[in-house]
């Protein structure tokens, strides 16, 4: 049986809600839901489903309210130092082990081995962790810089490498060199201002900081 392009329109409005909650991501999972209900009830008005299309109308303006609201807020973000033997920083790598493991090479880090060592907190919220050892005098190799899923808009990469930067300059360090697992985090790093090279026969990306 042939499906009419109407039909198409509302199976692919179906497939963008479906689609949308999906995401971790808050912010995303309303850009994502918006697109979907702005077709959805483009579809129920073109079908004549006037319950259709004035409920997706209503989903339409909540995402908007919302997205307004979460751009307009302005969040507060803190550095707090990691413990040495900080019990919540174990209970941290092991819950979020296997995310952790899908971009640096392990799970398991020393603080005594460390340079840096600290939690980023996003609205009081223990949202990243990020640790770094001497590469060189001037220079830190990121071990660990990780952010929770809820909170991947890359606020915390722009607090961390942008507005606290003198936190690493006052400690005679402007530049990070950092090892890449995956596109993801390329990406990543390139949208932090990373470049990456050749160094020793391995590829990194490096950032330097003024």
Known sequence: MDIN?????????????????????????????????????????????????????GIVVINIY??????????????????????????F??????????????SKFDIKDSIISIYVLRNMVPAGVFIATEYDS???????????SEYRDFKIGNYIFESEKNYFLDKGYNRFISLSLNNKHDRYLEKMGFTKITEDGNDYFVKEIN
């Open 93 to 106: 790598l092991d819950f979020y082990k296997e995310d952790i493991l899908t971009y640096f090479s392990k």
């Open 138 to 148: 001037n220079t830190l190799k990121i071990e660990l810089d990780y952010v929770i």
């Open 66 to 91: 919302y997205l307004f609201k979460m751009y307009k807020s302005k969040d507060y973000f803190k550095i707090l130092p990691i413990d040495m033997d900080s019990k919540y920083f174990n209970y």
């Open 5 to 57: 392009w109407l039909e198409w329109l509302g199976y692919i409005a179906s497939f963008i809600v479906l689609v949308s909650l999906l995401m971790s991501s808050v912010i995303k999972l309303r850009w994502i839901n918006l697109l979907g209900s702005s077709i959805f009830a483009l579809y129920g008005f073109l079908i004549g489903a006037l319950p259709v299309a004035v409920m997706n109308l």
